[in-house]
């Protein structure tokens, strides 16, 4: 009865608060005014509306005491009236054709053309018949459009670019993909299960049709208001990390000619395997190909860090890496992307304070970017912040699921619970990193510290000797250890330590 009420009113008032701006369902039938062009909205208590609505003129009425002679209360009350009076609206024009619906290019802001792979969200299917669950059908689609375009792998379609396609029946997806400009789809349906409400996804190369990817996800219905948040979060999370998958081996089978984006992408596939210098020869390409491209300044200047996290002192390479990402930041200063990724940067070359503050601009910009949180978990492990790392390292792991990073937010996740004096959730974290990645030589050194924190003396020399093996001597072990954590209160204690398991793992020892 919701829907047919909210299609069929000349009026729907719209109440903005605090309250009401989070909430998906005022959200999804302020949509379904929108589009009706039935929205009559205000604000009635100081709160940011919706993105999507910041343009729509809105009457401020969190000042209004009641009075009838208020002037922006008469101009509310006239606007309200004047849709309601006017006369039955002509018969509804056939949809445009898929043909006028802007492409990706033209949806795209300056700078971001050639990056990241894009996506259309196709109206999701109402399979349960149930008014109440078209609209949250509906609001879903929002929703999850929301959410991708907080994440830095995927450029994402406004709804009103597939809104035509609401109502009918598509079948040559191949034609739409070319139509909008995008190379991959999604598609979507709720329906009930029992008492629960399940939302089926699948993504689809637009240019074949192919199915990459389904996810199904169930929320019990009773719940369903409090966890809709989380629904939208795990969908999106799951989408991100398929997508950006696909686009690495793409990128990795492409003989030639790749775009700076695709280097990119290159460089981060490097990471999986803890191949610095691969990655570092990526990222060397990517600002080859586009000397102004802001992602291959940050990747490279990152990558630079890291890979100085084991050499030796030298000031001028600081002084390189950090004009690398000053750069970075000069092209691209609002991008979460280059936020944190520069921030990393600075923080493994001594600048804690500053690259935290890059890291946490990024996790405001972008509170849903799994990425966003995981380096500024980086970034306030380093300055000694244990708890709020740990949490902000939790919500990457949620947001990125089977993520290529995974084992590298475990490596990070192992320094804070070692200073907090949770072991075993420490060495849990290790072994998943060491699981992931074999030959993370680092990762050996912080095992054999948690088996000395958990007693197991003799293991602790063992993994040494692993670290050694793999290449990672003592003068190695010391840099690291100091630039990775140079406020830990524990940190001479941890470098005296492994200089003392090295001594007594020496060969002929």
């Given at each position: 009865m919701t829907e047919q009420a909210l299609r069929t009113a000349k009026a729907v008032v719209v109440l903005w608060s605090p309250r009401s701006v989070v909430s998906r369902w005022v959200r999804?039938?302020?949509?379904?005014?929108?589009?009706?062009?039935?929205?009559?909205?205000?604000?009635?208590?100081?709160?940011?509306?919706?993105?999507?609505?910041?343009?729509?003129?809105?009457?401020?009425?969190?000042?209004?005491?009641?009075?009838?002679?208020?002037?922006?209360?008469?101009a509310?009350?006239?606007?309200?009236?004047?849709?309601?009076?006017?006369?039955a609206a002509p018969a509804a024009v056939a949809p445009a054709p898929v043909l006028e619906a802007p492409t990706v290019e033209e949806t795209l802001k300056p700078g971001q053309s050639g990056s990241a792979p894009s996506l259309a969200v196709l109206p999701f299917t109402n399979r349960s018949g149930l008014p109440e669950d078209e609209v949250f059908a509906e609001g879903m689609v929002e929703d999850v459009i929301s959410a991708l375009s907080q994440g830095v792998n995927v450029r994402v379609l406004g709804s009103m670019s597939t809104a035509h396609l609401r109502k009918s029946v598509t079948t040559d997806l191949s034609a739409v993909g070319r139509q909008l400009g995008v190379r991959y789809l999604l598609e979507g349906n709720v329906r009930r299960?029992?008492?629960?409400?399940?939302?089926?996804?699948?993504?689809?190369?637009?240019?074949?049709?192919?199915?990459?990817?389904?996810?199904?996800?169930?929320?019990?219905?009773?719940?369903?208001a409090?966890?809709?948040?989380?629904?939208?979060?795990?969908?999106?999370?799951?989408?991100?990390?398929?997508?950006?998958s696909l686009e690495m081996e793409r990128a990795l089978k492409k003989p030639g000619d790749i775009t700076a984006w695709e280097a990119?992408?290159?460089?981060?596939?490097?990471?999986?395997?803890?191949?610095?210098?691969?990655?570092?020869?990526?990222?060397?390409?990517?600002?080859?190909?586009?000397?102004?491209?802001?992602?291959?300044?940050?990747?490279?200047?990152?990558?630079?860090?890291?890979?100085?996290?084991?050499?030796?002192?030298?000031?001028?390479?600081?002084?390189?890496?950090?004009?690398?990402?000053?750069?970075?930041?000069?092209?691209?200063?609002?991008?979460?992307?280059?936020?944190?990724?520069?921030?990393?940067?600075?923080?493994?070359?001594?600048?804690?304070?500053?690259?935290a503050r890059h890291t946490q601009r990024a996790v405001r910009k972008e509170p849903g970017s799994g990425l966003a949180h995981y380096l500024h978990g980086g970034a306030l492990y380093m300055?000694?912040?244990?708890?709020?790392?740990?949490?902000?390292?939790?919500?990457?792991?949620?947001?990125?699921?089977?993520?290529?990073?995974?084992?590298?937010?475990?490596?990070?996740?192992?320094?804070?619970?070692?200073?907090l004096g949770r072991w075993a959730e420490a060495e849990a974290a290790v072994n998943e990193c060491l699981r992931l990645l074999p030959n993370a030589a680092p990762?050996?050194?912080?095992?054999?510290?948690?088996?000395?924190?958990?007693?197991?003396?003799?293991?602790?020399?063992?993994?040494?000797?692993?670290?050694?093996?793999?290449?990672?001597g003592p003068i190695q072990a010391e840099r690291y250890w100091r630039r990775i954590g140079p406020n830990s209160p524990s940190l001479a204690d941890d470098t005296a330590t492994l200089n003392a398991l090295y001594a007594a793992t020496e060969p002929g020892v």
């Open positions: 999804a039938e302020a949509t379904l005014a929108d589009r009706n062009r039935t929205l009559v909205p205000c604000t009635i208590e100081p709160c940011d509306r919706p993105i999507m609505f910041e343009l729509t003129q809105t009457a401020e009425l969190s000042h209004w005491d009641g009075s009838p002679a208020d002037k922006v209360w008469r509310f009350l006239a606007d309200v009236r004047r849709l309601v009076s006017e006369e299960v029992g008492a629960n409400l399940r939302v089926t996804t699948q993504l689809l190369e637009a240019e074949t049709g192919e199915i990459v990817w389904t996810g199904k996800f169930d929320r019990p219905l009773s719940e369903l409090e966890l809709q948040e989380e629904l939208v979060t795990e969908i999106a999370g799951s989408l991100h990390t398929q997508v950006f990119v992408a290159r460089c981060l596939s490097a990471y999986r395997q803890y191949d610095l210098q691969r990655a570092l020869g990526e990222a060397r390409r990517a600002v080859a190909i586009s000397p102004d491209y802001a992602p291959g300044h940050a990747m490279l200047a990152a990558t630079l860090a890291n890979v100085y996290l084991s050499s030796p002192d030298d000031p001028a390479e600081v002084a390189s890496i950090r004009a690398i990402a000053k750069r970075a930041l000069a092209l691209a200063p609002d991008d979460a992307s280059i936020l944190g990724s520069c921030g990393q940067a600075l923080g493994l070359l001594g600048d804690t304070e500053e690259a300055l000694n912040r244990p708890e709020e790392a740990l949490s902000h390292l939790e919500t990457a792991e949620r947001l990125m699921p089977g993520s290529h990073l995974i084992w590298l937010i475990k490596a990070w996740q192992s320094g804070p619970y070692r200073q990762m050996y050194l912080t095992k054999a510290l948690v088996c000395l924190d958990l007693g197991r003396n003799a293991e602790a020399q063992r993994h040494v000797e692993t670290a050694r093996r793999l290449g990672w």
